[in-house]
């Protein structure tokens, strides 16, 4: 058996105090003889100076029932509840202060702090099983309970499932018990929504333990068994030696009978104690509202959010120039055909957004991306599509998921995520464009040995390929039709696919028309070059696809066991951020993760 550890005190250092409850089984079968405690701090025996028993006038006990009368306690579970909660309250004495909160969809006080062991009768009987379970905030409102202010605090929780419905989290949850001074001595009942690892987390964290029912009768002896700890606790207090650690592990052993308990656990070193925490601003907190309260101020605080950076954008970057307005104009005529006709609110949205992003020279920015894509959309359609995805994904994932780390990790994820796949598709017809490259050379070149001008060679490779060489072609033959040079216009298409190849049979043409030479001979040579090193580019990535797939594999995966964790077990990852040594694990290891990130795409990535 192992006994439970409630509460600790350093004021007096040395002199350290534990409060300790002894389980049932220690105090089984009228024990007659000398309870005798033992402690070893950190590794070494220490003298026990004092063992004073818990309670009496001086020091009250309050305990909270608090009893699931959830839909699926309904039949045996439900008549094994009210007996267990009965014998408990005959089983702690008439002088401890008992209060009933019953909870399903939502928590109910069925009776308050009081000695009245009939009016406690009447409440336990009162208790029907019907609803959902909402474990965290019957915890919560268990908290909140008035009590004397010198009394010692508990809680005996009855559940058969996991929270389905309460508006407050777990970790939530377990602060207002901790805050309370209230250990959570929970028993867990089998059942077929049976999930005690939220129950676990809650006793461990609070002081108290979980206890694992496989069947409805064995409950009246859990509860028996509890109000023996609850009325058997003992403050030992023990002389430490002053070790010069941060941490002082403590190994507490029970003797009574020659039966024995054991404790280990790990106490804050008075001598590194932090500063006391700021016990607040003493402001009341305002109720809450439920799932409608929860959805309004979410949106009410992504709207304000984006009015803020909206308006911030307007103030702080200056007035284009009518010369840069010129810009949008460059965008297919479809699609600017198709814009002017739309109206209402989402042309109004999307003009503002794109003025602002003209401040900002985002448009810029994403016009060269849109282009490089092949994606008929505007720069303005596409950063209001791309804002309203990240605010949508927000608000789904604060309402649905309500787990703010989740919800900040998928706005993160929103907005990298539809950037990566414009730069993939950019690189992806990009990479059509310089397998099409060698025939649209070759063609051009035949066409000159033809005895075309350089402007109908353009003209029939644009017609005979397809995209995307073939609507590129196009558009510098437009452009060099308006009266742009032949070469400026080549030299804009290749700047705009970002690719060597194509520059380098521009370079070809323009010394071409400057010292002359024999222009078709010259392109079919860029051409089997440029074929050979697609061959030699295409084997490269053969060669190295493992090991970029491992590469991404070996990115990612943190990324997705930090999302399970954050949806698993909240409490146990939430030790990276909220521990100083787990910052600096987090720190460490992101850089540890940047670090290995540019290693392997230098390892992976093989220059032609």
Known sequence: ????????????????????????????????????????ENGVPVDVAAIEPVGGESEPLDVVLLIDTSGSMKGAPMAAARESAERFVDAVGPDVRIAIVG?????????????????????????????????????????KMSSDPGSRRAAVLLSDGGDTVSA??????????????????????????????????VASRTGGRLLEAKEAGSLSGYFEGIAEELTGAYDVTFASHRPNTKDLEIDLT????????????????PM???????????????????????????????ASVALLVGGAGLILIPEPT?????????????????????????????????????????????????ERAGLPVRPAEYITMHILLVVAVGVAARVLLRNLPVAFLLIIIATVVPLWALEYLAR?????????????????????????????????????????????????????????????????????????????????ISIQREVGGNLAEVLDIVANTVRERGALRRQIEGLTAEGRFSAIILICLPFVEIILLLLINPGYISLLWTNAIGVVISVLAVVLLVVGSIWLNKATKVEV
């Open 168 to 201: 407050s989290s777990l970790d939530v949850a377990i602060r207002a018990m901790r805050s309370a001074g209230m250990p959570v001595y929970a028993v867990a009942l089998s059942s077929p929504e049976f999930n005690p690892r939220a129950l676990r987390l």
């Open 254 to 269: 029970a003797e009574l009978d020659g039966k024995k308990a054991a404790l280990k656990t790990v106490v804050t070193n």
């Open 272 to 302: 590194y104690a932090g500063p006391v925490e700021d016990a607040g601003t003493g402001l009341t907190p305002i109720s809450g509202g439920g799932l409608p309260a929860l959805v309004v101020t979410t949106v009410l605080a992504f």
């Open 428 to 508: 992806r017809r990009i990479r059509r464009f310089e397998e099409q490259l060698p025939d649209v050379l070759n063609l051009v070149a035949g066409s000159l040995r033809a005895g075309w001008g350089m402007m109908q060679a353009i003209d029939l490779a644009a017609k005979e390929v397809g995209e995307p060489a073939g609507p590129e072609l196009r558009r510098a033959e437009t452009e060099a039709r308006l009266g742009v040079p032949v070469e400026t216009a080549l030299q804009s298409m290749a700047d705009r696919l970002s690719s060597e190849d194509f520059a380098w049979a521009v370079t070809a």
């Open 103 to 143: 909870f399903s969809s939502r928590p109910r006080v069925v009776s308050a702090f009081t000695t009245d062991r009939a009016r406690l009768g009447k409440a336990i009987a009162s208790l029907e099983p019907a609803g959902e379970t909402s474990v965290y905030d019957a915890l919560v409102t268990a908290s």
């Open 322 to 370: 009518q010369l840069g307005q010129l810009k949008y104009y460059d965008q297919l005529q479809a699609t600017a055909d198709a814009a002017s006709t739309t109206g209402g609110m989402k042309s109004k949205l999307v003009d503002a957004v794109g003025a602002a992003a003209g401040r900002g020279g985002f448009t810029d920015l994403f016009r060269g991306m849109l």
């Open 1 to 40: 058996p192992a006994l439970t550890l409630s509460g600790t005190d350093g004021s007096g250092y040395p002199q350290v105090r534990l409060r300790i409850g002894l389980p049932a089984e220690l105090l089984a079968g009228d024990p007659s003889g000398k309870l005798v405690f033992a402690v070893v």
